[in-house]
């Protein structure tokens, strides 16, 4: 058996939808423990594109479990959404699985949402306005409903009047409409029949998967950067993106995580607000962006993109344990003439250092330290192997591999599946 976590080295976009559908193809479950519907994960499987909120790429593939763990934050309305878009598409949605206790986003959430963006002013988060952070206050405030709940109407009705009670007093204070309860939990109610075949204590299956020699892949959502504790606190999501993550919001114990892949862009990219050193605002930035198509798949929003980072990479490959680095999107920066990657930065006060700063406000005032390589302004979509790259990139990667101090083990040069280069067997 063999548990492997694949995390956001970045602040989110790595690609790790891609990396995942590739790992998937040797995993016997697939599981998703943090986030909710703010992540959007994009599959390419021969001409078709799936776009995924919720739901673990893994429920591509017939024979394999889907798991949604403990650990996410659950919009009902949006899962019942990408249900029927897949099975519209044809996919068999029978291997999914939905756990007893993840705690579901309510209407309230996302109004909240919206409420403390407006009322943050220039000071916002750029949230995706998915309710994520209400629905994780609420569970740490212990008064969240969990996906259970759901199945049972009478108990449900109790529960959405006592949080509705309590969420109208807020609305008032932010000049919102108060809501009703009694539909809210119809509705809610209705979701928690179409839903019950799913729900399951998962994990206990993830357990059992790995005791009985499976393979258990674990599908980071977000990335380092947007983790509550070790990214650019406040602007993060409110979950953990690292790989520690998985063990509790899957139920794992970390012993038994065998590898943890760090999946980062070739370049860097941030969608929402918040500080962000290597950012490129010249020609340069917009034509990465293009090539890139660096758009969100939850938002639409326009990414903000620049030069990869080596500091924050260095954060990344310690707080996850990356014992392998996935770089993705390669391709996109075949015609540049050179690149830059930040080796450290300098403080306001002119002493440079390696390490990444703690917290937003540090990291707004430092200085990128660039060391600029050659480009290799030749195509690389048709490689398949290390060898068949431009010696430009080749350098390249093995600088990344010595600013994060971890091996790559995985190169993307393209959307598809087949557009990918390994250096070892991954599973
Ligand atoms: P929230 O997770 O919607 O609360 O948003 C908090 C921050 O995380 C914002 O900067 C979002 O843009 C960012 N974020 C959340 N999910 C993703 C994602 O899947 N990719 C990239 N950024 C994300």
Redesign the pocket.
Known sequence: MSAVVVVGAQ???EGKGKVTDFLAQKADVVVRHQ?GA???HTVVVGDRTFKLHLIPSGILYPDKLSVIANGVVVDPAILSEELDYLTREGIDVGGLRVSTQAHVVMPYHKLM?ALQEGRLGDRK??????G??PAYMDKAARTGIRMAELLDADRLRQRVREQVAEKNRLLAMYGGEPLDADRITDEYAAYGERLRPFLANTARLINDALDHDQNVLFEG???TL?DIDHGTYP????SHPVAGGACIGAGVGPTRIDQVYGVLKAYTS?????PFPTELTDAIGDDIRERGHEY????GRPRRVGWLDGAALRQAARVNGMTGVVVTRLDVLDALPELKIAVGYQLPDGTVTTDFPDGAEALAQVRPVYETLPGWRTPTTDARRLEDLPPEARDYLDRIAEVTGVPVVMVSVGAERTRTITTRPLF
């Not at 969100?296 to 938002?299: E, H, L, P, S, Y």
Request: cysteine-free.
């Open positions: 602040w989110g976009d986030g703010n992540a959007g949402d988060i750029g949230t995706t306005l998915r994520i952070g959502a977000q990335g947007l602007y993060v999501t409110s941030r969608v929402g607000d918040g969100g798949t939850t938002t």
